[in-house]
Structure formats: structure tokens, C-alpha cells
């Protein structure tokens, strides 16, 4: 099993910046990818990016590019998403995602662990 922890949610003006942490616990060697999702009131949770455990390599969902950033610090098995020019519709509830899928982040089934969410709030 592995364990994640959300934490560095908030409320923040339009334009300004939030980062996000997910901290996680038990058998992370187990995982080939983390992630974070969001989701927004009365809509679907969806990708925001993705960074495979070994390797680095990352994924960004389109509306996300630019501004937000992932990273990873495999010593500490902690994950990091900086959210920059934050906007209005960036509001939602951000979740930390494990997955053991090599197959991308297409598929919200495939994943095997998530964290208990946190929220972000963006005045416009």
C-alpha cells in the first residue's frame, strides 16, 4: 500500500502563486508515475500533470502549460506541483495521484492511489 498527503492549498488572488505538496509514505517503489488531478465543482476530476518516479519525465495538461510545475524529490518521496498565474478556473480540489500504469494518464481507472484532496480557491 502507499499513503499520500496533501498539503499547500489555499486562497489566493488571480495572478499570484500556490505550491502543492504530496508527501508520500509505504511501498512508493511500487510506483511507476505520480501525478496530480483536480476537480471543480459539478465537473469531472481531471489531469492537470504527471511525472514518472524514475526518470523524470513529465506531462501537462494543455490549459496548465506555462504556468504550473512538477517536481519530484525522490530522497525526501515527495512530489510538488508550483502553481504559477494562477486564474479563476484553476479553482478546485487538487488530488495526488499514484499509479503503477505505464500507460499514461488517460485513464482515471488506473490509478491506484489517491491522496485525500486539497483545496485551491482563486479570486478573480
Known amino acids: 500500500q502507499v499513503q499520500l498527503v496533501e498539503s499547500g492549498g489555499g486562497l489566493v488572488q488571480a495572478g499570484g502563486s500556490l505550491t502543492l505538496a504530496c508527501a508520500a509514505s509505504?511501498?512508493?517503489?511500487?510506483?511507476?508515475?505520480m501525478g496530480w488531478f483536480r476537480q471543480a465543482p459539478g465537473k469531472e476530476r481531471e489531469f492537470v500533470a504527471g511525472?514518472?518516479?524514475?526518470?523524470?519525465?513529465?506531462d501537462y495538461t494543455d490549459s496548465v502549460k506555462g504556468r504550473f510545475t512538477i517536481s519530484r524529490d525522490n530522497a525526501k518521496n515527495t512530489m510538488y506541483l508550483q502553481m504559477n498565474s494562477l486564474k479563476p478556473e484553476d479553482t478546485a480540489v487538487y488530488y495526488c495521484?499514484?499509479?503503477?500504469?505505464?500507460?499514461?494518464?488517460?485513464?482515471?481507472?488506473?490509478?491506484?492511489?489517491w491522496g485525500q484532496g486539497t483545496q485551491v480557491s482563486v479570486s478573480s
Open positions: 511525472i514518472r518516479w524514475t526518470g523524470g519525465a513529465i
Open positions: 495521484a499514484g499509479t503503477k500504469w505505464t500507460g499514461g494518464w488517460s485513464l482515471i481507472e488506473r490509478i491506484d492511489y
Open positions: 509505504g511501498r512508493t517503489f511500487s510506483l511507476y508515475a
